[in-house]
């Protein structure tokens, strides 16, 4: 007399008075198929859109690759490109319609390569839900130093203000407050105009995050990662400049930061 059972899908034929050795070679088969929960992959892509404490509007951008080690554990190398911003930055109008930010005398954008590790805290079902994260990385941080530039006016003006002459005089530097008077500045010059002359500074930085993703597809993902970074240099890097200021004092070296990035990525 035979008995079929159907589980999960699959046909297992149960043989009614068969020997130990047959219902032990039975019970060894289940034990090494693969769980509905075991990860369906191995390699996951992603890239995404920061925003942070540091930066504008948008941070920057990142991408991150994958690597699954078993069910719970995955490590992970990134790469992140942000701008940051010195917390006291101002922009500022003048009677001309042009803007610049008070003080800017250089653009901080960082790149941050890394490397960590990442914990399954709650698995998602396969097709609904969410999924939480932990992870933990870190790596060196190359910030590029890149002069801001001013249309400065250095035309001759008499008393009154009035040009002396009809030559106007206008050039595009990187603002110095030992030079420049905030009166004659008409306006900021175009982003890359100093360009050549950036100049890198090597730091460090270390982050631990939370990431929320959803998605109802396995080969896909999307999601939301939030966290700090804790970002230090070995010198205080100058963003800000102003009169009878040691720039030291305007400055600093370490820069932590609160971030939430939106990512979208593939897996396989």
């Known amino acids: 007399m035979r008995i079929q059972l159907v589980l999960g ?7 009614l008075g068969a020997s ?22 191995r390699k996951e892509f992603t890239y995404g859109i920061n925003f942070n404490t540091r930066g504008g509007l948008i941070g920057g951008i990142s991408v991150r690759s994958t690597r699954m080690l078993n069910q719970d554990w995955a490590r992970f190398w990134s790469i992140e490109g942000v701008e940051v911003k010195h ?38 079902a396969p097709d609904t839900g969410v999924q939480v994260n932990a992870l933990i990385g870190g790596g060196p941080s190359i910030a590029l130093l890149m002069p801001y530039y001013i249309a400065y006016d250095y035309t001759e003006r008499n008393s009154q203000g009035q040009p002396v002459g009809s030559i106007t005089d206008v050039r595009n530097e990187q603002f110095d407050p030992q030079i420049h008077s905030t009166q004659r500045i008409l306006d900021r010059a175009p982003l890359f105009t100093g360009v050549g002359e950036t100049k890198p500074h090597v730091g460090v930085h270390v982050r631990g995050a939370l990431g929320f993703e959803y998605g109802r597809y396995r080969d896909a993902v999307a999601g939301v990662e939030t966290g700090f970074l804790f970002e230090a240099y070995t010198k205080r890097l100058p963003i800000l400049r102003a009169n009878q200021v040691d720039d030291n004092k305007l400055n600093r070296s370490f820069y932590p930061s609160v971030y939430l990035t939106l990512y979208l990525g593939h897996r396989s």
């Open 20 to 41: 130990p050795a047959v219902q032990a070679q039975q019970m060894s088969s289940a034990a090494a198929a693969p769980s509905n929960e075991d990860a369906s992959y």
């Open 87 to 124: 917390p006291k930055e101002q922009k500022v109008s003048n009677s001309v319609g042009g803007q610049y930010v008070l003080g800017k005398t250089n653009y901080m954008y960082v790149l941050r390569p890394s490397v960590g590790v990442q914990r399954v805290i709650f698995r998602k």
């Open 9 to 15: 899908g699959s046909a297992l034929l149960a043989l």
